[in-house]
């Protein structure tokens, strides 16, 4: 079965401690990207990349950084996470197609808390 | 300027009811692509339907069909016989740029249109 994975679902956490959310995709799919969704903002994108070891910053890099050392893994790191990154974040992937039609796969999304 | 607009909040549609989401988008490259997703109470995104800018016909996936007007630059998206289960948050969504490009990863969403299917 096709999906996007990510760990954990939930997580509350303090101001400053390091914390990594894990975004993992079955379908050999190129293009990864990580949004943040609250409300009254839509999904705002953080990062994306385009294959193994190209990343690039989306609308809302700061704060962030991710790496993309295997295709399949799209980790989103937090270095010293603050308040204002509590949000509900979604790892997405999706294939290129030349038609231009595709679809871009959700995961479940991961629901942080900073205290 | 909002890249993608959508003035509708919410709404309130009765069960079997066609039911339109309004749409706007801003952009002054010619390859884009338009998109929109369900988001119900559990919180996953769904994938409900894509327009590409050079497609000349309307996209249709099952109930759902995107009113596409290029001039215009609306994609509203029509569900048709609405159903209990379709209630939930709609979003939106636009790739600038051909998907090909490094560009034509990113996805910008409106803030979305909350839907109530009632009896």
């Known amino acids: 079965e096709a999906q996007v994975t990510q760990n954990p679902r939930y997580l509350i956490t303090v101001t400053g401690k390091k914390l990594t959310v894990t975004c993992s995709q079955n379908?050999?799919?190129?293009?990864m990207s990580w949004y943040r969704q609250d409300p009254g903002l839509g999904l705002r994108q953080i990062y994306y990349?385009?294959?193994?070891?190209?990343?690039d910053k989306g609308d809302v890099p700061e704060g962030y950084k991710v790496s993309r050392k295997e295709k399949r893994n799209f980790p989103l790191i937090l270095e010293s996470p603050s308040p204002n990154q509590t949000s509900l974040y979604f790892c997405?992937?999706?294939?290129?197609?030349?038609?231009?039609?595709?679809?871009?796969?959700f995961g479940p999304g991961t629901r942080l808390t900073v205290t | 300027a909002q890249k993608i607009t959508q003035t509708q909040p919410g709404m309130f549609v009765q069960e079997k009811e066609a039911v339109t989401l309004d749409c706007t988008y801003d952009t002054s490259d010619q390859s884009y692509g338009l998109f929109w997703y369900k988001q119900p109470s559990s919180g996953e995104m769904i994938f409900l339907i894509y327009q590409g800018s050079y497609d000349e016909q309307n996209a249709t996936e099952g109930r759902y069909s995107l009113n596409f007007q290029k001039a215009r630059k609306s994609a509203n998206l029509v569900i048709s016989a609405s159903q209990l289960g379709d209630s939930a948050m709609y979003f939106c969504?636009?790739?600038?740029?051909?998907?090909?490009?490094?560009?034509?990863?990113?996805?910008?969403f409106g803030t979305g249109t909350q839907l109530k299917v009632e009896l």
């Open positions: 969504a636009m790739r600038e740029g051909h998907e090909l490009t490094g560009g034509g990863n990113k996805l910008t």
């Open positions: 997405a992937s999706k294939t290129v197609r030349r038609t231009g039609s595709y679809e871009q796969y």
């Open positions: 990349s385009m294959n193994v070891e190209v990343t």
């Open positions: 379908m050999n799919h190129e293009y």
